[in-house]
């Protein structure tokens, strides 16, 4: 049941991660990860039940595949900038090629050679970790590297736990435990590299408390379930695990079948929304959501003539600033969820890069916040086929003090030149619906907090926005 449950975890976390087809490379390294482990636990667990001969070599198989892909997830997950160069994989590579050809050879039938591929696969994800730490020690204080740092204590407390498997060899005996940690250390690291919004370590405590009661609630209705129909309960261990599986399987199989359901029942929107949602309490999230995105979402065509007066007037009239110290980072993930809360964000991989310690900015949080989204929406509607969208934060200084920088990079379709100096000015829109004011309004909102908006773009390959805020005293330092 161990081997089962790492078997369908992985598969399980693959086949989520393709589903939604907006993965990056980073996505698309575990994913295929993931499969390897899949292969070779599944080839494990079928030893018994199908030939011998076939099950080692598909097993091995998995296990030489797995040990590339991990040096491939590495490399990406520290953006090809540790000492896990493309001449490491590229051995890594020939010499599990080399393993996976000698099974087939009098060497493979030895007693050692799985015990052998076993070491070496644990070398190599040893080299794979210390890779990762020497690429986190290097790196500034940000959120990125918070986040690689929680998985740097994910790993070895995974391993320490594993090792109770190997009490065996001592006489002691206790339940397998190895498949269970490794599913939740995958799972683990599903969070980190598909889910950049989760930045601080309370963020996936909740989720694995989620996790947690739902096994447990799932645990007892099984054993409720046996302990009515057969008279005796199975064991915990079984239990659990079958529990764990059927919660972490229930968003990868209604994705699915949602995006059969529109192929096949395009009219079914509504198929898969619990009768729960429609009470009222969600309708009041509903019109919150809705009153936060007010000032900055467009109308609907038929009220595109109050839009276009709308914003004239906020162009024209004096703007009423509301300044007060405010931590920017916080205002970036506020944009993110609100951006992600779109469905025109459906299939934009988002992710964020945010320093930490920068000193807050003195600005009108709500005006901000409208500069940030309308960027954003932008971003995403010159990007209709899918892509990513990047937002940082830095501190910055100049001659007049320190600064904060906030980047938000698309890889759309860029701007024409023959555009690009004309995209702030007042009525200039290459829309066809558009009023041509969004822009324009950014930019007298951040030079009213004394800062400046450029832009950057390559036609046909994305832009990047650079807003600079804070010169000499619209900046104040967090005390904390």
């Known amino acids: 049941m161990d081997t089962f449950t790492l078997a369908a975890t992985s598969f399980t976390i693959a086949l989520s991660l393709f589903i939604t087809g907006k993965m990056d490379r980073l996505q698309k390294s575990f994913a295929v990860l993931c499969l390897a482990v899949f292969i070779f636990q599944a080839a494990a667990f079928l030893n018994g039940l199908l030939a011998a001969g076939f099950c080692n070599h598909l097993e091995h198989l998995g296990l030489l595949a797995g040990t590339i892909a991990v040096v491939f997830f590495f490399q990406m997950l520290t953006r090809n900038e540790s000492f896990l160069t493309k001449g490491f994989l590229a051995v890594v590579s020939l010499l599990s090629t080399a393993g996976a050809v000698s099974q087939f050879t009098p060497l493979g039938t030895r007693p050692g050679f799985h015990s052998a591929l076993i070491a070496y696969t644990c070398i190599v994800v040893g080299i794979c970790y210390f890779s990762l730490l020497y690429h986190v020690n290097r790196l500034s204080p940000s959120t990125e590297k918070k986040r690689l740092g929680y998985l740097l204590i994910a790993c070895p407390t995974a391993a320490f736990i594993c090792s109770v498997d190997l009490s065996g060899y001592l006489g002691y005996h206790f339940a397998p435990v190895s498949g269970l940690v490794l599913s939740a250390l995958l799972y683990f690291t599903l969070l980190i590299v598909a889910y950049p919004q989760l930045s601080e370590l309370h963020h996936f405590f909740a989720r694995a408390f989620v996790i947690a009661v739902s096994t447990l609630i799932g645990a007892a209705i099984i054993y409720l379930v046996s302990f009515f129909f057969s008279g005796s309960a199975p064991s915990f261990t079984s239990v659990f695990m079958m529990s764990f599986l059927i919660i972490i399987s229930i968003t990868p199989v209604r994705m699915m079948l949602k995006n059969m359901f529109n192929v096949l029942y395009p009219e079914s929107k509504d198929v898969f929304t619990s009768l729960y949602e429609f009470d009222?309490?969600?309708?009041?999230?509903?019109?919150?959501?809705?009153?936060e995105m007010a000032p900055v979402f467009a109308h609907e065509e038929v009220n595109r003539l109050n839009t276009v007066v709308s914003q004239f007037l906020d162009y024209a009239r004096p703007a009423i600033v509301n300044r007060?110290?405010?931590?920017?980072?916080?205002?970036?993930?506020?944009?993110?969820?609100?951006?992600?809360?779109?469905?025109?964000?459906?299939?934009?991989?988002?992710?964020?890069?945010?320093?930490?310690?920068?000193?807050?900015?003195?600005?009108?949080?709500?005006?901000?916040?409208?500069?940030m989204i309308n960027i954003s929406l932008n971003a995403i509607e010159a990007m209709p086929r899918g892509g990513s969208l990047t937002y940082k934060t830095l501190k910055i200084e100049t001659g007049d003090g320190p600064a904060v920088g906030i980047s938000i990079q698309d890889t759309g379709s860029g701007i024409p030149p023959e555009n690009l100096k004309n995209i702030f000015k007042p009525f200039y829109t290459t829309k066809k619906s558009g009023v041509g004011l969004g822009l324009a309004i950014c930019r007298r909102i951040i030079r009213e907090h004394g800062g400046s908006i450029r832009v950057k773009s390559i036609d046909g390959q994305g832009s990047i926005f650079l807003i600079q805020l804070g010169v000499r005293d619209k900046i104040r330092y967090n005390p904390s």
């Open 280 to 291: 009222e309490k969600l309708e009041k999230e509903k019109a919150l959501m809705l009153a």
């Open 324 to 371: 007060r110290p405010q931590d920017i980072n916080a205002l970036v993930l506020r944009t993110i969820s609100i951006i992600a809360a779109n469905r025109m964000a459906g299939n934009i991989a988002i992710s964020n890069e945010l320093q930490e310690g920068l000193p807050h900015v003195d600005m009108d949080e709500q005006q901000m916040l409208q500069v």
